[in-house]
């Protein structure tokens, strides 16, 4: 009997095949990956944007007013994403303070879905509160107090 040398058109046709759907299930792990990382990336970029506007709106207003979706410029010049934010204030369910929440949204410009979205909610107190319960103490002091002329020290 004599011995083989090589491979038979069956291994090798076999071998092929394993080969080709090994790197059918790699091609689909890569793109997943490259999806992960830039929905990743878009989901930072929509936290950082966020948080700067809060600290914005925390430091520039007095009273923070509600914002309708507004875009924002993208901090990355070769990115394509569009990135809106918005600033929801309403009363907390504890007098005197408000909840206010900013939400930054990032958007695919070839589709109107959102590739991100991130949104931090902060309760601060009232300025409005502070005004008129100062104004309030001002008024009781001037009327229960005859002495005083209806004026403030």
Same mark, same amino acid.
């Given at each position: 009997?004599?011995?083989?040398?090589?491979?038979?058109?069956?291994?090798?046709?076999?071998? @092929? =095949?394993?080969?080709?759907? =090994?790197?059918?299930?790699?091609?689909?792990? *890569?793109?997943?990956?490259?999806?992960?990382?830039? +929905?990743?990336? #878009?989901?930072?970029? =929509?936290? @950082?944007?966020?948080?700067?506007?809060? +600290?914005?709106?925390?430091?520039?207003? *007095?009273? &923070?007013?509600?914002? &309708?979706?507004?875009?924002?410029? +993208?901090?990355d010049s070769a990115s394509?994403? *569009?990135?809106?934010?918005?600033?929801?204030?309403?009363?907390?369910?504890?007098?005197?303070?408000?909840?206010?929440?900013?939400?930054?949204?990032?958007? +695919? &410009?070839?589709?109107?879905?959102?590739?991100?979205?991130?949104?931090?909610?902060?309760?601060?107190?009232? &300025?409005?509160?502070?005004?008129?319960?100062? #104004?309030?103490?001002?008024?009781?002091?001037?009327?229960?107090?005859?002495?005083?002329?209806?004026?403030?020290?």
């Open positions: 009997m004599k011995k083989r040398r090589g491979f038979s058109l069956l291994e090798i046709l076999l071998a @092929l =095949a394993i080969f080709g759907g =090994a790197l059918a299930v790699l091609s689909q792990i *890569v793109g997943t990956g490259v999806d992960a990382g830039s +929905s990743a990336r #878009e989901l930072a970029m =929509a936290r @950082l944007l966020c948080q700067s506007k809060l +600290s914005e709106l925390l430091l520039v207003n *007095v009273t &923070p007013t509600a914002v &309708p979706s507004t875009p924002l410029p +993208s901090p394509d994403t *569009v990135f809106q934010y918005a600033v929801e204030v309403a009363p907390a369910p504890i007098d005197g303070l408000l909840v206010l929440r900013v939400s930054v949204e990032a958007k +695919s &410009p070839d589709a109107d879905a959102a590739v991100a979205s991130y949104s931090i909610t902060r309760w601060i107190i009232d &300025p409005l509160l502070g005004l008129e319960q100062a #104004e309030a103490e001002a008024a009781a002091m001037r009327s229960s107090d005859p002495a005083m002329g209806g004026m403030l020290p």
